[in-house]
């Protein structure tokens, strides 16, 4: 994020992936549409937290 790449770039997926692949390695296999859906449960979950602690 500081250098400016979006989340397209090749560091950000490269990062992604290896999101994932700690993922499976620690936990559960978790195929790439699972890995969606986290993350947007997570985003989800830190929007409202921000919401709550800012009024």
């Known amino acids: 994020m500081e250098a400016g790449e979006p989340p397209s770039g090749e560091a950000a997926m490269a990062l992604a992936e ?7 390695g620690w936990f559960y296999d978790c195929p790439y549409a699972m ?21």
Do not use: K, S
Not at 18 to 24: D, G, K, L, M, S
Not at 35 to 55: D, F, K, Q, S, Y
């Open 18 to 24: 290896e999101h994932r692949q700690q993922i499976t």
């Open 35 to 55: 890995h969606v859906c986290l993350a947007e449960h997570l985003a989800r979950a830190i929007t409202a937290n921000a919401a709550r602690h800012t009024g």
